[in-house]
């Protein structure tokens, strides 16, 4: 059950509107890395834990709830950052380019389809997509997963903290960025805890015999040079623990050339069999 407090969990108060600035801020709430997305990767992950230790569902529940709370921070700051914006005269637009360029760095739905409010999509209109999210059941691979939304989303709100002068605006991002780093820390302490119960790779249960393990620790070099035989991944004890890596500078291909049977008539693929040259670029001089 969730349960709506109407204070919001910090501040979201800009010093003056800033329509442009409004659409930026809407890659951190609808982008593929924004609030949305993890409200709804850690939700999810969250009622998906089967058994196991609670501490971790709670953890997820916990995040989830608060993201939600980041969700409204973020719609509050919008709206208030597309309060009392001037309407821009369409004729003076193209006379003015200054005037042209705020009219270009706004988003027009923000005044047509939501009456000067949030709306859930990135900074460019795109609309927020389930697909975003990733909840596998596995816990490793979600904290992992959690991690990498969290370093993304801190990056992203370092960056709008940097595109503003507004005192406002940057109060609430340095809050954001404070609980990024919060977050990012917390799935790390996750991470090292299930990795020493279950090992590094995921999933940890899938017996090794059944994987060719004479290539499980080796890197082959597909690109020019050798420049990536220079790193801890090419040599010495692999992270897991149960294998040493190699380097291949040349590798051979282990599988032949492939040669795919005809299709049935009935698909009327192309009969390339049976295609003559002439058939295909006949001879001009031919009648």
Known sequence: MFYHVKELQYRAKPDRPNPVYAKKLQEILGGQYGEISVAMQYLFQGWNVRGGDNKYRDLLMDTGAEELAHIEMLATMIARLLENTPEVDLDQAVSDPVVAAILGGTNPQHAIVSGAGAMPVDSVGNRWTASYIGASGNLLADMRANLTAESMGRLQAVRLYEETDDRGVKDM???LIARDTMHQNQWLAAIAELEAKENVVVPSTFPRELEKQEVSYTLFNYSAGNESAKGRWAYGPS?????????????VPFGKKPKLKPAPKWLHDTPLNVIRTSD????PDTK
């Open 239 to 251: 992270m897991d623990g149960c294998g040493v890596f190699n380097y291949v500078e040349n590798p």
């Open 280 to 283: 295909v670029h006949p001879d």
């Open 173 to 175: 991002l340095s809050w």
